[in-house]
């Protein structure tokens, strides 16, 4: 016995992605920063360690590579959390912003319907 799609089913997604398209699209665009800066840091070392007469060494590369991730990401962090505490603060506390009285709602609602 053939199976019927429910009614209520969704529909089959159309994006080329599906669903997940843009946890796909941002982690392709994390790795391909990562990796872009994982060149770079390997000429980087290897300018540094040529700049001194020395060879390049996996055991100097591999600390500088995640001292400057791990100072990238908490960056972006600090970033992250002041725009969402200072967002939270001005808009969502008091801030002009956010306040619409009844009165103005109104108002623009019949200006709308005019």
């Known amino acids: 016995m053939?199976?019927?799609?429910s009614p209520h089913a969704a529909p089959p997604s159309r994006r080329p992605l599906g669903d997940k398209g843009l946890a796909i699209v941002l982690a392709g665009l994390f790795l391909?920063?990562?990796?872009g800066q994982?060149?770079?840091?390997?000429?980087?070392?290897?300018?540094?360690?040529?700049?001194?007469?020395?060879?390049?060494?996996?055991?100097?590369?591999?600390?500088h590579f995640w001292q400057s991730t791990l100072e990238n990401w908490q960056s972006e962090f600090l970033q992250l959390l002041t725009f969402?505490?200072?967002?939270?603060?001005?808009i969502y506390r008091g801030s002009h912003e956010s306040k619409d009285s009844d009165e103005e709602v109104q108002a623009a609602l019949e200006r709308i319907e005019a």
């Open 2 to 5: 053939a199976s019927t799609p």
């Open 32 to 35: 391909a920063s990562w990796i």
């Open 84 to 90: 969402v505490v200072l967002t939270t603060y001005l």
């Open 38 to 63: 994982f060149v770079v840091e390997i000429f980087v070392v290897r300018n540094e360690a040529e700049s001194h007469a020395e060879s390049f060494s996996w055991g100097e590369f591999w600390p």
